[in-house]
């Protein structure tokens, strides 16, 4: 028997773990999950499937500050659960070439029978120009060594400049498998009806991989503990994310209690933000990441 990886990458807020829940009911076979976020607290584990043995990998990305806990996971994943495949859902900042050189290297010396079945990265396509503009190869990266690329939010966009966007993509990179409609609308079983039918990667070593640690271009803050909110509150913050006294806020995620006992789930970047209801009880905390955070005035919010 052997273990397949399946790498879901993405720049910060693109749904990856929406994509998961989707997927992973309709997948064969047994599944393990590997959640990494560059954040001090762990947010994406807590809303997936809880009976997936999942391993939680906080405060740095698994391509450069926490690769030996990235090695660990995997080894002890395999070892103990003998999954099936194991997905790794690499933090929003990851440098994917780094992360598939790593997943390579275990492979090539386990005796596990691990190996690397799918590269994937999401990309949403209404903020590909601003972020490529913004930041260039390190955004690049996860496009350029992917072998699949789903699109999302074509809705923001008239057909000319997506298939501007489509063009751009296919020149950063010419082999990968690209879904050219939107997978927010496909069920988990056409997706994986889809991964099913692309041949597993080859890996490329001649594609160089970044080598910028996240830390040296992102900065994080990390909330345990906050106060409670209302409905009107939430939506006033989601709000006032976007103000440029708060800093260059790319993503802003968390679980938080209502005054009225329930609890909610929030999801923030520039250009689409939102909040649901989810069961509780949860533990309340939240991660902000992105450029010259006012961490006090941040902390203000969520404390006060």
């Given at each position: 028997?052997?273990?397949?990886?399946?790498?879901?990458?993405?720049?910060?807020?693109?749904?990856?773990?929406?994509?998961?829940?989707?997927?992973?009911?309709?997948?064969?076979?047994?599944?393990?999950?590997?959640?990494?976020?560059?954040?001090?607290?762990?947010?994406?584990?807590?809303?997936?499937?809880?009976?997936?043995?999942?391993?939680?990998?906080?405060?740095?990305?698994?391509?450069?500050?926490?690769?030996?806990?990235?090695?660990?996971?995997?080894?002890?994943?395999?070892?103990?659960?003998?999954?099936?495949?194991?997905?790794?859902?690499?933090?929003?900042?990851?440098?994917?070439?780094?992360?598939?050189?790593?997943?390579?290297?275990?492979?090539?010396?386990?005796?596990?029978?691990?190996?690397?079945?799918?590269?994937?990265?999401?990309?949403?396509?209404?903020?590909?120009?601003?972020?490529?503009?913004?930041?260039?190869?390190?955004?690049?990266?996860?496009?350029?060594?992917?072998?699949?690329?789903?699109?999302?939010?074509?809705?923001?966009?008239?057909?000319?400049?997506?298939?501007?966007?489509?063009?751009?993509?296919?020149?950063?990179?010419?082999?990968?498998?690209?879904l050219k409609e939107e997978w927010y609308s496909y069920g988990g079983d056409k997706i994986i009806e889809i991964l099913n039918t692309i041949q597993d990667c080859e890996i490329d070593y001649k594609k160089q991989p970044v080598c910028m640690p996240a830390n040296r271009v992102f900065?994080?803050?990390?909330?345990?503990?906050?106060?409670?909110?209302?409905?009107?509150?939430?939506?006033?913050?989601?709000?006032?994310?976007?103000?440029?006294?708060?800093?260059?806020?790319?993503?802003?995620?968390?679980?938080?209690?209502?005054?009225?006992?329930?609890?909610?789930?929030?999801?923030?970047?520039?250009?689409?933000?939102?909040?649901?209801?989810?069961?509780?009880?949860?533990?309340?905390?939240?991660t902000i990441i992105g450029c010259n955070l006012n961490n006090e005035r941040i902390l203000e919010w969520f404390q006060k």
């Open positions: 028997m052997s273990t397949n990886i399946n790498i879901i990458s993405g720049f910060l807020g693109v749904g990856k773990t929406t994509f998961l829940k989707k997927i992973i009911p309709h997948m064969n076979g047994k599944i393990a999950l590997i959640e990494n976020e560059f954040g001090s607290v762990g947010i994406d584990g807590d809303l997936i499937d809880d009976k997936l043995p999942i391993k939680e990998i906080s405060a740095g990305c698994i391509c450069c500050s926490v690769i030996h806990d990235f090695e660990k996971a995997i080894e002890e994943l395999t070892l103990s659960y003998k999954p099936d495949h194991i997905l790794i859902e690499p933090s929003g900042v990851a440098s994917l070439s780094d992360i598939t050189k790593i997943c390579k290297k275990i492979c090539d010396s386990s005796q596990l029978g691990i190996k690397i079945r799918h590269l994937i990265t999401i990309v949403d396509i209404s903020t590909f120009d601003d972020y490529f503009e913004e930041f260039g190869n390190f955004y690049l990266d996860q496009i350029r060594n992917a072998h699949i690329i789903f699109l999302s939010h074509f809705d923001e966009m008239d057909d000319q400049e997506v298939e501007k966007v489509i063009s751009k993509i296919r020149s950063n990179n010419q082999s990968a498998f690209i900065s994080t803050l990390s909330v345990v503990n906050p106060r409670f909110f209302s409905e009107a509150e939430i939506e006033k913050m989601l709000v006032a994310l976007k103000d440029k006294e708060w800093g260059f806020i790319i993503r802003a995620k968390g679980i938080l209690e209502l005054n009225t006992n329930q609890f909610i789930h929030f999801n923030f970047t520039p250009q689409h933000y939102h909040w649901e209801y989810i069961e509780g009880p949860r533990e309340p905390k939240a």
